[in-house]
């Protein structure tokens, strides 16, 4: 066996050097096919029976392997197989060193790579699914380059996070983190979230889209054909204290409230005869307005020239006999920190000294009246203060104390109209039980001392309706400039519900740049319903819901309704000309609220002139009238509130002597 080995290879040696001479190349096998010609060296084992035989390249130890000296580029392919795992001080060399085919590249030794750490084609065979990648647990960033080693990767998978950056500068922050742009392609296909971009030749429809549906009409345009203006300057326009003097009321009033006298500033009707009776004829009344009430209102500090009550009718006087001036009113303000008057309590005899603003009522710097008799009519009743007026300071609560008795006679003060549910006792009111025998005077216990102990008095959570003449806030722009980003949209806006051909309405409704047009309606946040007219007409107040849409509102009745309008030259609750032009065009909404009061309020005084018209006609044209009709008709004229006493007492005169005039003829 031995000898047909060595023939074989002497044979095979032989074969070699004899076609090395003739082809320049060699060819190893037992066949005796020449070598493929692309091959320098072609060694083929396929016609060798029995076990076959493989190729051992060069073997040597770590140490060897460096010590193989002069490489240099010409060696380049010089292929070795380490046998053992080699030590080296730099650990960055570690990959390099562990046993394994080596071949020198020109410059340096490079190992290759075992079967457990390259990849495949088909992804890393070495786990139980094959994937392209690190392996688990390695926590190392995916790179992606298509240059060099040191240079920028083209896309990085974070490890920590997952998340993918392409050409990141930085570890990416989103599942998708882009340094640099994004192209949108114009896709086909109608799926929820897809983004595209419709390159149609026509330039006004070249915008990028999002799909929201999953639909064909899904498609929404996401540029905005308007221009953000950002952080722009603006001066909004306030309420500001400008030294310009005006009108405040605190309070609403429409005549609409009747209420005990015991509240009202005339509240001198205790007595029931003409001339006797229990004479109580004096009162002394006091009334706190906090400040921050004042300030909301508009009121600014500076000085009170005068002020006003709202008599909801007329002074009666001695009943039967035409009313005279005789209320004497002495009047004086005092800035004060009296927050309310102490519990509620009413018609009780308490000491006077508790919680009771003894400053402003004895020593007083304002007085209004002095004496003076006055007739209260129904409408406002102004007091006029002396001199500049009453300097309040904008900081400290308002005290107003009103005295006032009867020069000779007791008659039936009206009452006023009433501020209620304030939260606190405003009103602290006390009256002389016992009278000097003689007429009680406008003098020393009204206007010059303290009330005493003993006296009739009582706290209320009510305070009258009160009009102050003084400084108030105006519109004006604020002192510094606030900063906000707007929109500007150089075309018109159009809100259409079409579905089916939309553009149609549009297109024929369309009025321009800077218009707005709606198909089904515009609706404004300022728009309040307006219940609270009749509410307050009628029951004399108002539901908790409609609280906020009450405030400001003023009935005015049909007595007052000329002079208001000469005065004003606009209709109660719309703004007037001066505050037009000062504030700007109300909203929307605010003007709708505005004329849907003005009409509820015209709805009431056209029911209280054709209830007083319709007694008058059957009167003066001596319709004959049922006695129900004429009962009916007696409660209308005692209820009005347009006619004044002296008429109502004619018309239920002759509306009696029908009544008897009926009976009679029965």
């Not at 030794?109 to 699914?129: C, H, I, P």
């Not at 400040?291 to 007329?314: D, M, Q, R, V």
């Not at 553009?503 to 369309?510: E, F, I, R, S």
């Not at 129900?628 to 002759?654: G, P, Y």
Request: hydrophobic fraction near 40%; proline fraction near 4%; include cysteine.
């Amino acid at each position: 066996m031995r000898k047909s080995l060595r023939f074989l290879l002497l044979s095979a040696l032989f074969t070699c050097a004899f076609q090395s001479a003739d082809a320049q190349n060699t060819a190893i096998n037992v066949t005796g096919a020449a070598p493929n010609t692309k091959a320098i060296l072609d060694v083929d084992v396929a016609g060798i029976t029995g076990a076959k035989r493989g190729m051992l390249v060069p073997r040597m130890s770590f140490a060897q392997r460096l010590n193989i000296a002069g490489l240099t580029p010409t060696e380049t392919g010089l292929w070795v197989y380490q046998t053992d795992d080699g030590v080296d001080p730099d650990p960055t060399l570690a990959a390099e060193l562990s046993h394994g085919f080596f071949y020198w590249d020109g410059a340096a030794w490079e190992r290759w790579s075992s079967a457990l750490q390259g990849w495949r084609l088909n992804g890393n065979a070495a786990v139980a699914t094959n994937f392209l990648g690190t392996l688990a647990g390695s926590n190392d960033d995916l790179h992606i380059r298509t240059t060099s080693t040191g240079a920028q990767p083209q896309m990085l998978i974070s490890a920590a996070t997952g998340f993918v950056g392409v050409n990141p500068i930085a570890a990416p922050v989103e599942r998708l983190d882009i340094n640099g742009g994004l192209k949108v392609g114009n896709t086909l296909l109608n799926t929820v979230g897809a983004l595209k971009f419709d390159n149609a030749a026509v330039s006004p429809n070249r915008w990028h889209f999002g799909n929201i549906n999953g639909a064909a009409n899904g498609w929404k345009r996401m540029e905005n054909a308007e221009t953000r203006i950002a952080n722009a300057p603006y001066r909004p326009i306030t309420q500001q204290c400008q030294g310009v003097s005006g009108i405040v009321v605190k309070g609403t009033y429409d005549g609409s409230q009747i209420v005990g006298n015991e509240n009202t500033p005339f509240a001198t009707n205790t007595g029931t005869s003409v001339n006797g009776g229990n004479n109580r004829r004096g009162f002394r009344v006091q009334y706190i307005y906090p400040a921050a009430e004042l300030i909301a209102a508009g009121l600014c500090a500076g000085p009170i020239t005068k002020f006003s009550f709202y008599a909801l009718s007329n002074d009666q006087g001695i009943v039967g006999a035409t009313p005279g001036a005789d209320i004497l009113v002495d009047v004086r303000m005092g800035n004060s920190a009296l927050a309310n008057f102490g519990a509620s309590v009413v018609s009780q005899t308490i000491p006077l000294s508790v919680n009771w603003d003894a400053v402003t009522e004895a020593s007083g710097n304002i007085n209004a009246g002095s004496g003076t008799a006055i007739l209260v009519q129904n409408g406002w009743v102004d007091f006029t203060l002396t001199g500049a007026g009453f300097n309040w300071n904008g900081a400290s609560n308002l005290i107003i104390d009103v005295s006032w008795a009867r020069s000779a006679t007791i008659g039936l003060s009206p009452p006023v109209q009433l501020e209620e549910g304030l939260g606190y006792t405003a009103t602290k009111w006390v009256q002389v039980i016992t009278p000097p025998a003689t007429n009680i005077s406008h003098g020393n216990t009204y206007q010059d001392n303290p009330l005493t102990a003993g006296a009739n008095t009582g706290n209320t959570f009510t305070r009258p309706v009160t009009r102050f003449y003084g400084l108030i806030k105006t519109s004006g722009f604020a002192a510094a400039d606030l900063f906000s980003s707007y929109l500007n949209y150089a075309g018109g806006l159009i809100i259409d519900s079409a579905t089916v051909s939309p553009g149609v309405w549009a297109d024929a409704n369309y009025r321009g740049p800077g218009s707005i047009r709606a198909r089904v309606a515009v609706y404004d946040g300022n728009t309040f319903l307006s219940d609270h007219v009749f509410d307050r007409y009628f029951d004399g107040e108002v539901r908790p819901e409609d609280h906020q849409a009450s405030q400001g509102y003023a009935y005015i009745g049909v007595n007052q309704l000329k002079d208001y309008l000469q005065k004003n030259r606009h209709l109660p609750n719309m703004p007037s000309r001066e505050e037009w032009e000062a504030q700007g065009a109300p909203s929307l909404g605010t003007l709708q609220t505005g004329l849907w009061e003005s009409v509820e309020s015209q709805a009431l005084q056209i029911t209280e002139l054709e209830t007083d018209l319709r007694a008058m006609e059957s009167l003066a044209f001596g319709r004959r009238a049922t006695v129900e009709e004429l009962n009916a008709m007696f409660t209308d004229v005692k209820e009005s509130r347009r006619l004044t006493e002296a008429q109502k007492l004619h018309l239920v005169e002759a509306i009696q002597q029908r009544l008897t005039a009926l009976n009679n003829s029965k």
